[in-house]
T-cell receptor, first 114, second 114 residues
């Protein structure tokens, strides 16, 4: 079945440091790939997405590129801020259309210190 | 746009009682709604998928008689936890999908059963 593997956290960085959170997936075909962010005590918010190979999703300084050859969708940001502290979830949705089940990774907690 | 609300945001109930959680799409019609459960420091687990006017489809291992889901209108779905026990304590998150297959998540409801 489909699966998403994320690097284990927590990840602790100083403000303005470079961020990478690794995500790899297992799925047939060309799933859509997502990054969601969950701030403390809140639900999930869509951060960015990519729907086909080589697409780059970007939002709020975060980027991720859909790499079919390595089945990866790593999240990056050049300079993190304290306000970026949250849990980040990588997710995929199959490509067969319809309201397909989204599979989530286990989440990676990011803590940014001043 | 695409706002999903949940009510209540936090509820405490006694063991053996039932509790109802509402999920509403505020500015779009949600033909499909999803209910997730999130354990502390873990990922989201899909519990069930419901289409408006139809019976919910439950994931394997989820007790449909314990977690009653109703999707009576295009803007409202409810999850009722019946005869709640302390092990049902969790963070419950709903999401809603309109015609573009994107899922929009609610802020979550924290249930504590004493």
């Amino acid at each position: 079945g489909d699966s998403v593997t994320q690097m284990e956290g927590p990840v602790t960085l100083s403000e303005e440091a470079f961020l990478t959170i690794n995500c790899t997936y297992t799925a047939t075909g060309y799933p859509s790939l997502f990054w969601y962010v969950q701030y403390p005590g809140e639900g999930l918010q869509l951060l960015l997405k990519a729907t086909k190979a080589d697409d780059k999703g970007s939002n709020k300084g975060f980027e991720a590129t859909y790499r079919k050859e390595t089945t990866s969708f790593h999240l990056e940001k050049g300079s993190v801020q304290v306000s970026d502290s949250a849990v980040y979830f990588c997710a995929l949705r199959p490509d067969s259309g319809g309201y397909q089940k989204v599979t989530f990774g286990t989440g990676t907690k990011l803590q940014v210190i001043p | 746009g695409a706002v999903v609300s949940q009510h209540p945001s936090w509820v405490i109930c006694k063991s053996g009682t039932s509790v109802k959680i509402e999920c509403r799409s505020l500015d779009f019609q949600a033909t499909t709604m999803f209910w997730y459960r999130q354990f502390p420091k873990q990922s989201l687990m899909l519990m069930a998928t419901s289409n408006e006017g139809s019976k919910a489809t439950y994931e394997q291992g989820v007790e449909k008689d314990k977690f009653l889901i109703n999707h009576a209108s295009l803007t409202l779905s409810t999850l009722t936890v019946t005869s709640a026990h302390p092990e049902d304590s969790s963070f419950y998150i709903c999401s809603a999908s309109g015609g573009k297959y994107e899922q929009y998540f609610g802020p979550g409801t924290r249930l504590t059963v004493t």
